[in-house]
Every structure is written in structure tokens, then in C-alpha cells.
């Protein structure tokens, strides 16, 4: 995982929070796909590692419904993550929900892709393949989809949310002042 972006919103569409960060990654090897994220490894040289950003992410996703185009990708590169970083994730499969999966189910037919469903409810993504823009044009889904009356079971997913059991650290945000060019 070269970056990482959550987009917080409240149960009225309201964008309360954002998180987003570079991510670096050890090792010398391309990327991959740059031509598509845009991302090289010299822009990752004084980004924070997955481990100096852990305990934010997990402050920023606990007591949250993860919500993710293919939320089962997000999920398994987070557990990669957090494996990597010697910690567990917990089970997030009860508190999560798939803007995909909803589309299939209140689309029309057709690709189910984040572009896709995207155009299909008139939302731009003008940062399409970054994480940022990516977790926003998700959240902004997850409302047009939502906005038509269809239950996700959110309250369900809610109280499934705030029963995942987040590992907690001491230092919520690691200091980056070591990461900064002098």
C-alpha cells in the first residue's frame, strides 16, 4: 500500500473528517502501475510508514462503518498492512458495507466499476485513482445510492461497528518531525 485516504461522514451526508497520507514502503523495486496512480517512489521518500500512521488510522476507523468500492479488496490490503506491522485487524466483515454490492443491486446493468457508478449517479471523481479522491467519490456514492430510501441496514452495521475491538496505542499520532528534510 503506497497511500491511504478515509473519508468520515456523518449520518447526514456531512463530511466531517479526512485522513489521507503517503505511504513508504521499504525496498527499491517500481511500484506498479504509477502510469495509473501517479505515485513514484522518490515521492514516497519522506512520507510516514504504515507503522508510524496505525494508531490514526485506527482512531479514525473505530466505531466506524467501513464503507469501500470492493470493500473486500480495502479489507485485505489493510490486513496485509496490519500483519506487516505485527498487529491483527480485527474482523470488520459485520461493520462493513460495499458500494459495489449496492450498485448491483440499484443500478441498471451495466460495469460496476467506481467510474462507472459514479457516472451513472452524475458524481465527478476529478482525482479518480488516488486514495483521496477515490474515498470520496465512494462516500458521495454511498449517499446517491442510499438517497432513493434503499435500506442498507446501517443501524445493524452500526452497532456492529462499535463492538469491533480496535488495538489502542499510547501515541494515538507517532512523531514525523524525523521524516521531514532538513
Known amino acids: 500500500m503506497v497511500e491511504i485516504a478515509i473519508v468520515e ?18 525496498g527499491d523495486e517500481p511500484l506498479g502501475a504509477e502510469f495509473i496512480h501517479r505515485i513514484s517512489r522518490q515521492m ?38 496490519f500483519a506487516r506491522a505485527g498487529r491483527e485487524l480485527p474482523s470488520l466483515r459485520e461493520s462493513a458495507l460495499c458500494t459495489r454490492d449496492l450498485a448491483y443491486l440499484l443500478l441498471p446493468p451495466g460495469p460496476k466499476t467506481l467510474a462507472a457508478c459514479c457516472a451513472a ?10 486514495a483521496l479522491g477515490d474515498a470520496r ?3 458521495e456514492l454511498l449517499l446517491a445510492l442510499l438517497g ?4 442498507a441496514h446501517l443501524e445493524a452495521l452500526g452497532v456492529a461497528a462499535t463492538a469491533v475491538t480496535w488495538p489502542v496505542f499510547d ?4 512523531p514525523l ?4 528534510p532538513r
Open 137 to 139: 467519490a465512494t462516500a
Open 44 to 81: 514516497l521518500n519522506f512520507a510516514p510508514s504504515f507503522d508510524d500512521v496505525i494508531g490514526s488510522i485506527c482512531a479514525h476507523l473505530a466505531g466506524r462503518i467501513l464503507v469501500g468500492h470492493v470493500v473486500e479488496f480495502d479489507i485485505g490490503h489493510l490486513g496485509e498492512e
Open 171 to 174: 501515541d494515538l499520532v507517532a
Open 148 to 151: 432513493n430510501g434503499y435500506d
Open 177 to 180: 518531525d524525523h521524516l521531514l
Open 9 to 26: 461522514i456523518d449520518r447526514f451526508g456531512r463530511r466531517i473528517d479526512e485522513f489521507s497520507t503517503l505511504l513508504d514502503i521499504p
Open 121 to 130: 449517479v452524475g458524481i465527478e471523481n476529478e482525482a479518480a485513482h488516488t
